[in-house]
């Protein structure tokens, strides 16, 4: 059975803050905007992207990674695919079961096929979510609740066959302004009771009904554009955020985070940070067999 390939338990994610072990990466080696799919690489299409400094920049978000006891399993990037970088979009971990994600956008669609001979090498087993779009960086955990982004990439037919697969979840949509591409690029949680939160993306609805389970913390519409809420938590209250973002890293170590700053910025120009360059798969460390 494709979907289910066996019965052991290789895979394990119970939210988005908690210790990362292994997490799955590709390098920008192909990197360029193509086609327009996104509001920020509106504004970089002309100049688009220096995949030399791209590259640099990658390495050393992988080295920072590595340092801190993370395994970085490395996907083989491919000239077709521009925006191979994302790795979260095309899939994601909840619980001990991967997701492989259907991509909305035509230019990105196949991404995930890689991804699929990776488990099916490693046996690790996965489901493929099939019946409508959904793409990682709308889907956010934190413990038993899923929250989904309702976006251009993720429709409601993918939320409700997740919902089907997930009857010990709460799975809970959260529409917001579609220009700002995946939830994850206005909201994002840090801790049990801490979220980024950009409000401009949010009816006051889903802002309070998010304000009424988290202390939200702020960011505003230029640290928005610099992907400042897209940074990814390591645990213990570690995590990875972008120099520039000087506002809200100031915030988070007023709140006792420690961030780790490392320059992705030629990267951010195709619209994701960190957390978009990164797929976690598990929260301790099994061996594994790259693909060549």
């Given at each position: 059975?494709?979907?289910?390939?066996?019965?052991?338990?290789?895979?394990?994610?119970?939210?988005?803050?908690?210790?990362?072990?292994?997490?799955?990466?590709?390098?920008?080696?192909?990197?360029?905007?193509?086609?327009?799919?996104?509001?920020?690489?509106?504004?970089?299409?002309?100049?688009?992207?220096?995949?030399?400094?791209?590259?640099?920049?990658?390495?050393?978000?992988?080295t920072a990674l590595r340092n801190e006891g993370v395994d970085v399993i490395k996907l083989p990037p491919q000239?077709?695919?521009?925006?191979?970088?994302?790795?979260?979009?095309?899939?994601?971990?909840?619980?001990?079961?991967?997701?492989?994600?259907?991509?909305?956008?035509?230019?990105?669609?196949?991404?995930?096929?890689?991804?699929?001979?990776?488990?099916?090498?490693?046996?690790?087993?996965?489901?493929?979510?099939?019946?409508?779009?959904?793409?990682?960086?709308?889907?956010?955990?934190?413990?038993?609740?899923?929250?989904?982004?309702?976006?251009?990439?993720?429709?409601?037919?993918?939320?409700?066959?997740?919902?089907?697969?997930?009857?010990?979840?709460?799975?809970?949509?959260?529409?917001?302004?579609?220009?700002?591409?995946?939830?994850?690029?206005?909201?994002?949680?840090?801790?049990?009771?801490?979220?980024?939160?950009?409000?401009?993306?949010?009816?006051?609805?889903?802002?309070?009904?998010?304000?009424?389970?988290?202390?939200?913390?702020?960011?505003?519409?230029?640290?928005?554009?610099?992907?400042?809420?897209?940074?990814?938590s390591i645990g213990n209250k570690k995590l990875f955020s972008l120099p520039c973002n000087k506002k809200v890293?100031?915030?988070?170590?007023?709140?006792?985070?420690?961030?780790?700053?490392?320059?992705?910025?030629?990267?951010?120009?195709?619209?994701?940070?960190?957390?978009?360059?990164?797929?976690?798969?598990?929260?301790?460390?099994?061996?594994?067999?790259?693909?060549?």
């Open positions: 059975m494709a979907n289910n390939l066996n019965e052991e338990l290789d895979a394990s994610c119970t939210s988005e803050y908690s210790i990362l072990s292994q997490v799955i990466v590709c390098e920008p080696r192909y990197m360029e905007i193509r086609e327009v799919i996104n509001e920020t690489q509106k504004e970089f299409k002309e100049e688009n992207i220096d995949r030399i400094l791209a590259m640099k920049q990658h390495a050393n978000f992988v000239s077709t695919y521009p925006e191979q970088v994302f790795t979260r979009d095309i899939g994601f971990t909840i619980g001990n079961t991967v997701y492989v994600a259907e991509m909305a956008n035509a230019i990105r669609s196949g991404e995930e096929l890689l991804l699929k001979l990776w488990l099916e090498l490693n046996e690790i087993r996965y489901f493929n979510v099939s019946k409508g779009n959904i793409e990682g960086g709308d889907v956010i955990l934190d413990g038993k609740t899923v929250y989904i982004g309702i976006s251009d990439r993720t429709n409601e037919k993918a939320i409700n066959e997740l919902q089907g697969l997930l009857p010990e979840y709460e799975v809970i949509p959260v529409p917001f302004v579609e220009k700002y591409l995946h939830l994850d690029c206005i909201f994002n949680i840090l801790s049990p009771t801490e979220a980024l939160v950009f409000p401009d993306a949010l009816t006051k609805k889903e802002l309070d009904f998010l304000g009424s389970r988290y202390d939200l913390i702020e960011v505003n519409g230029d640290e928005q554009f610099t992907m400042g809420t897209n940074v990814l890293n100031n915030q988070l170590r007023e709140r006792g985070y420690e961030v780790i700053e490392v320059d992705i910025s030629e990267i951010i120009k195709s619209g994701g940070s960190f957390r978009c360059c990164t797929m976690p798969l598990l929260r301790s460390k099994s061996k594994v067999t790259e693909l060549r």
